[in-house]
DNA sequence: GCTTACTAACTATCCAGTTAGTTTGACCAA
DNA sequence: TTGGTCAAACTAACTGGATAGTTAGTAAGC
């Protein structure tokens, strides 16, 4: 027999779904596996049925979710142009994969917090492909000569926490915006990315950001932040 | 009777270090008061002895860390000097907090993805002192001329986003750290700092970062977040 | 008649919070 | 100095309500 699907999807989509939110508004242990089948309006038997476990589930969706995000990331490079410019789409790729599957930064926030315990392979692969993806992205505009040296790690960092920061705390920034002072204007999508694109092409453009350190060490790491 | 002290500090004191590296690692929902009370070496029902509960032991944490970080940014404000070198001691504090009590960004980031559950009023007011802060700088520096306008909000997670990422991720990324590209060098705590301190000051140097909006927005999507 | 999709009811464990006490030391009165 | 009183500090053992995962069986299409 062939899946039945009832309004809203199959049941198996219907359980993804009800997952993710659950698990995102939760987190892995404070997610109910009954409040997730209530949710998707299936016996809980069935998710056993569909899924090996609490756990396996959990990383599915974090697959699916980093699978999306590296896929995006790795169209903007393959799409070409000046390095300038598939900065700006890699940024905005990620802003939009957020707000494409809206209960990731908060898995993503708990997962780090989590120190990865839910994580296997082949979720650190897709990850990989999205640094990777910077990576090159940075590298090529050095060759150009239109950035300046940097470690594409802190530059990662500093795209990424801030859009999964904003995404993520639009429940939290609801519910206490009346304990907040007036002149807090809850910014927009928009208003994020363009900062982030702001922020992170200056810091590229001036060289001299993460540099100055090359001559006043001699010890441990790699003299420069650095890199490839 | 006084606090039985016994090597480590008071057992109140234990206590409250278990429960925050207990909280901090594995979530409100995830932490056992069992474990707490075995980490502080203390009976469990002396943890309702000392705290109303688990959430109020929680909240007493998190109170406390976002206490701390409120005091140290308020106290640069009022060292004063220029609205540049404010921000920068600005954003070096908050690394500093961070450093200083090392599970609060793990339970930040969680508190985020969580909406705020286990907030309070009295720590809301703590957190409000922050972002006040960081907009008297702000307004201090547009004052001076040496500001462009920008939105304190957008400013604010552009700041703490990366700090909190980067050292919430220590454990991830060493975890993972042989699944990574070699090349990828995990960056110290100063270089993100100054990396979040070039571009901060980088978009607020330059007016126009988030400035179009007032004028240009006719339809949803501002002129400017965007691509090439 | 075989596989896929589905269900109600069960089990075994875990865990926040409680209870009914015991121990410890500070202070004081005889 | 002794012995009594009191409150703070502490404990072992319990309770009741979840909760992840299982089982044994049913329906429905191919």
Redesign the interface.
Known sequence: MVSRSTPNGTSRERLFAAAAAEF???????AKVDRIAARARINKAMLYYHFHSKAALYRDILRQMFGTVAGAVTAVHEQG?PAD?QL??FI?AIALAAEGSPHF???W????????RH?D?SI??EM?RV??TL?RILHEGRQAGIFGP??????Q??I???L???S??A??RE??RH???T??????????????????L??LA?PG??RA?ASSRSSR??AR????
């Open positions: 995102a508004a939760k987190g892995f242990d404070g142009g410019a700006r789409r905005e930064p908060a898995m926030l708990r997962e780090i917090a989590e120190g990865g994580l392979e650190v692969h990989r640094i990777e990576g940097v470690n594409p790690f802190v530059t960092i500093g990424v926490a801030p999964m920061f904003f993520a705390s429940p939290i519910r206490f304990l907040m002072p002149q807090v204007v809850t910014p927009r999508r928009e208003d994020v990315v363009a900062h982030v694109q702001a922020t992170t200056a810091a001036s950001t993460q350190r790491r790699s932040a650095v890199p490839t």
